[in-house]
């Protein structure tokens, strides 16, 4: 029977979810902020730290562990010697650049065993988190109301030139400064970025990438994704260009790392640079996700991964080109197939127009609210028709189809020459377009296969004839395509038989002519001609009225925002993503993926035996991992006869917490994020504490793989290890479990 208590209960859960009240676990929290917001609810969860201990710039603290990998990625920092631990594919690049198929650390992996051995990645940089500063009103004091967006951003971005001036001023350290909230508010994250790098350990793919692009966003997970780098700096400790000379840096803080494992329900943090998310989006704008956007992305990429991967099977220099694009375009694409699901199933057009609803009628109460915010929902109704009208299929299109042609995309450097040369730019500036473009020929062209980008041509293209509504597509493409009547390989033929830019030695060639020959070969040119079609219908039908849009949607999302805040004043918000340092927290769980389906939190060793078959490249397993399991030889990392390899938590997660510690309640690493569940992807948009998940690579086994399979003990010697591997992964399981999936009963 239920009792007045539970109806209570139920009533107030449902008028949460009515208001938007951010669930539990949801949220992508400032650092800064944790005291005031977080910090209780944290504690309540078990963590046993203060916000201090995370956050603070009086002390060392956990940020000063954490490093922005790349610009695109996290990586945190596990000895007091800059070993920096992140994922493999965040690391991938640097193994592909280091690889060639004499040395192929991609399939056999590398393990510097001294520190001459560590190897350099110029361009790669670990940034550090300093302080965090509110600038709201630095930047917005002198803004008045009501300016043109395009005027007002003007004004924020003088204004920001400003403060970071004044914050850097003498010092050697960075600032970057971000708006939140839609630009309601902006902090500012003064930074300091080391710029000497080296590898120092990969395991190979059979490992780093076990279960390859079948595995990717899915649970059960037995993927070893990590890598290893050292920061170096100069004799200061700080930081400096590559040289010998270099030494390891000196970090005012490194994780320990625990051995004494996970159980159900133990808190975890991910602390970690997210990338992108849009939490506060409208109705229209996810419809437009789901039905439009989405759809015509997954489309372009399904085709352009399986011409890809035929070719990568077939040539094995072409499968180490092509492997970390091919990732790259993969990882994506199953996102989006995911994130359009994840949505559907949420229904959350429906719930954002039930959000909508109540917000109207709490504008319509007072006239004030009626000036303020009476157009907001109209004008979003009226931009996003604007924009399904033809103009987002558009740019999606242009960005996947025409520049996901390798040909066409470099040679928008060169239609840029061209144009400069035409328009008599001043000759230093053509001079350094030239001597861009010839310093950038050999790293293009080093993972560049000519015949692979030709099936891509004719495939996209011909995408892109069918799909983009004529009145979006450039005159000049629209009567080649009619000149070969349909006859798509010919045209494809036409354009690589006569470009200039299909090798290096013909792009050097044309390089060293004077400009006046350079415009002239350069003119002549059939993909240089292509592509100056294409950006120039883009920049004058798409670009135009797409950017108008975009920056009406801004203010509008602004004030939409700003309502909602004022609506919900008892609501704890937290901003977007925008790949700036965050704490997320939850706790270590399975979920229900299905009817009838109930996924466990962890994997072990044993199923990584289960899934291998040597006819899948996905799912081959090294003899070394095979002859450790099987005389059960774990070493300290092990657990009862079972080796812990990957675990799930509800922590809210997105692209750039790759890499992201996962902090247990004492502060200890226990993890290290790498995906999230494919049922899960859409929490981008809307999260769900029911199914979404983060996935993560347990320590354990990462400590495994270093210390027994790849026998680079010596690394293990240099991390702080804390606990005792005492606790199985789950309840001591007799027996490990399979898969991780089991039916329900």
């Not at 490992?207 to 004799?235: C, E, Q, V």
């Not at 943090?269 to 849009?278: I, S, W, Y």
Request: charged residues 20%.
């Amino acid at each position: 029977m239920i009792n007045r208590k539970q109806l209570l209960l139920w009533g107030l859960l449902l008028l949460g979810s009515l208001k938007g009240f951010a669930r539990p676990d949801e949220g992508m929290w400032l650092p800064m902020l944790l005291k005031q917001l977080n910090e209780a609810d944290m504690q309540k969860k078990g963590m046993r730290l203060s916000a201090e201990d995370i956050y603070s710039i009086n002390k060392s603290s956990l940020k000063d562990a954490i490093v922005q990998f790349g610009g695109g990625c996290t990586g945190e920092i596990i000895s007091n010697q800059g070993l920096l631990l992140t994922n493999h594919h965040c690391g991938y690049g640097q193994i592909q650049s280091h690889s060639s198929v004499e040395n192929d650390y991609l399939t056999n992996g590398f393990w510097a065993m001294n520190r001459d051995q560590e190897k350099p990645n110029p361009g790669l940089t670990a940034t550090f988190i300093v302080r965090m500063e509110d600038v709201t009103k630095q930047i917005l004091g002198d803004v008045p109301a009501g300016l043109p967006e395009a005027e007002r951003e003007q004004r924020v971005q003088a204004n920001i030139k400003k403060v970071q001036a004044q914050a850097t001023a003498g010092t050697h350290y960075g600032a970057i400064i971000r708006p939140f909230f839609y630009g309601n508010e902006y902090y500012m994250y003064v930074t300091e970025t080391f710029k000497d790098i080296r590898l120092v350990g990969a395991p190979p793919e059979s490992i780093g990438k076990f279960g390859g692009d079948t595995d990717n966003w899915m649970w059960p997970r037995h993927t070893g994704d990590f890598s290893l780098f050292r920061i170096y700096a100069g004799p200061d400790n700080k930081p400096a260009d590559y040289s010998p000379k270099n030494k390891p840096y000196t970090p005012k803080h490194h994780l320990p790392i625990s051995l004494a494992g996970i159980k159900e329900g133990d808190f975890t943090m991910v602390f970690g640079f997210p990338g992108r998310t849009t939490e506060y989006l409208p109705s229209q704008a996810v419809r437009e996700i789901v039905e439009i956007s989405d759809p015509a992305k997954v489309k372009i990429r399904t085709v352009k991964l399986g011409l890809l991967d035929q070719d990568m099977k077939a040539d094995p220099r072409v499968r180490i080109q092509y492997a970390a694009k091919y990732a790259s375009v993969s990882n994506a694409h199953k996102k989006w197939i995911g994130e359009m699901r994840g949505l559907r199933k949420l229904d959350a057009v429906t719930k954002k127009q039930e959000l909508e609803k109540q917000f109207a009628a709490w504008v319509n109460q007072e006239t004030s609210r009626k000036n303020t915010y009476g157009q907001v929902l109209p004008q979003f109704e009226q931009n996003y028709a604007q924009l399904a009208n033809g103009i987002t299929l558009a740019r999606d299109y242009f960005n996947e189809a025409v520049l996901g042609v390798e040909l066409l995309s470099y040679a928008q450097g060169f239609s840029q020459l061209a144009g400069m040369i035409q328009q008599n730019a001043p000759e230093a500036e053509v001079q350094e377009q030239i001597k861009k473009l010839k310093a950038g020929a050999p790293g293009f062209f080093k993972n560049y296969n000519q015949p692979t980008d030709q099936k891509l041509f004719e495939a996209l293209l011909q995408l892109y004839a069918q799909d983009v509504p004529p009145t979006f597509q450039p005159d000049a493409f629209k009567s080649q395509t009619q000149n070969f009547k349909g006859n798509w390989n010919a045209f494809t033929q036409e354009v690589y038989g006569k470009t200039s830019l299909s090798t290096p030695e013909k792009v050097q060639e044309v390089l060293s002519q004077k400009p006046a020959e350079i415009l002239k070969r350069l003119a002549a040119d059939p993909a240089v001609q292509l592509i100056s079609s294409f950006v120039g219908t883009y920049r004058s039908k798409v670009l135009p009225t797409y950017t108008s849009l975009t920056d009406q949607n801004t203010l509008l999302n602004r004030t939409y925002l700003q309502g909602l805040r004022e609506m919900q004043q008892n609501r704890k918000f937290y901003p977007d993503a925008n790949s700036t340092l965050r704490v997320s927290f939850g706790q270590v769980d399975g979920y229900k993926p299905a009817d009838g389906v109930q996924y466990e939190y962890y994997t072990t060793l044993e199923g990584i035996i289960e899934k291998e078959d040597p006819t899948i490249v996905d799912y081959y397993v090294p003899a070394k991992l095979k002859e450790l399991y099987q005389k059960k030889d774990y070493g300290p990392y092990g657990v009862n006869g079972t080796m812990p390899v990957a675990f799930i938590a509800s922590n809210h997660t997105t692209g750039g917490n790759s890499g992201s510690p996962v902090i247990n309640a004492q502060g200890q690493l226990i993890g290290t994020n790498f995906d999230r569940n494919w049922e899960g992807t859409m929490s981008d948009i809307m999260y769900d504490p029911d199914r979404v998940r983060n996935i993560s690579l347990d320590a354990r086994y990462f400590l495994f793989i270093v210390d027994k399979f790849a026998g680079a003990g010596h690394l293990v010697k240099e991390m702080t290890l804390v606990g005792a591997s005492s606790s199985a992964p789950a309840a001591t399981p007799k027996k490990a479990p399979a898969p991780a999936a089991k039916k329900k009963k």
